[in-house]
């Protein structure tokens, strides 16, 4: 989930941002609804060079029973212990880890691999390869997607949250080409974000590529279909879930 100024949002290619509901209310009703694992992604910290706000992140753990992520904002050690300490499994950080990539191995040595989540926003370029993009898919790179994640994996990440900025909110299904040849280069797990538009987009990422876990947001967001209704879709076409 996207979060804005304390309310999840959601737009197409991170931009044109529409108001979705209250992260907490949402939570849990996914959390109900089924979903294995929630992540929660402040996308304005890191432009607006502010905090992710914890207070958010303690009411959200107070009514969550299942593993959550928060991302967003956070540039530091100590930022990544408020974080957890406020009641998040995990901490997702793009940016930064740009910026300054020793912060992922800081992280994951501090509290543990698993605690780490290192989040790609990827688009295509001219050239037809993937650049990385930062602070909320606003500033170009130049770095390779593909080695950028072989690098994140070196320094210490535990999963990578992998995002197409081109298909982000259109709903025309994951990027199964980005997907692909990025898990087929890291040996750490890989969560495919961006496009989803309906139950057999979940079914074509997990056919075609050995992707760990499939992202969605406004499919849910706007009851398109609900996360029980996926899980039994997925289990007819021989997709292996959680139960």
């Not at 060079?49 to 992520?69: G, H, Q």
Request: charged share 30%.
């Amino acid at each position: 989930m996207d979060v804005k100024e304390g309310r999840v949002v959601k737009g197409e290619h991170f931009v044109n941002l529409k108001d979705a509901g209250d992260p907490v209310e949402l939570g849990s009703k996914y959390r109900d609804d089924g979903a294995d694992e929630l992540v929660f992604l402040d996308i304005t910290a890191s432009p607006e060079k502010r905090k992710t706000v914890s207070e958010m992140v303690c009411n959200v753990a107070s009514k969550l029973d299942i593993p959550f992520t928060v991302g967003g904002g956070i540039s530091s050690i100590d930022d990544a212990r408020n974080i957890l300490c406020s009641g998040a499994d995990k901490v997702g950080i793009n940016t930064m880890a740009i910026e300054k990539p020793g912060l992922i191995t800081e992280i994951s040595e501090r509290f543990g691999r698993q605690c780490c989540v290192v989040a790609i926003d990827a688009k295509r370029d001219e050239n037809n390869m993937f650049e990385v993009f930062s602070y909320g898919a606003r500033k170009s790179t130049g770095i390779d997607a593909i080695q950028w994640s072989q690098e994140v994996e070196k320094l210490g990440a535990g999963e990578i949250l992998l995002t197409s900025i081109d298909r982000d909110g259109t709903e025309d299904g994951f990027d199964v080409e980005l997907t692909k040849e990025i898990v087929d280069k890291v040996n750490i797990p890989v969560i495919a974000s961006g496009g989803c538009g309906s139950m057999e987009h979940f079914v074509d990422v997990f056919n075609k590529t050995n992707v760990d876990a499939a992202l969605a947001a406004s499919v849910f967001h706007y009851n398109q279909f609900d996360i029980a209704a996926l899980k039994r879709f997925l289990k007819e076409n021989e997709v292996l879930v959680r139960t």
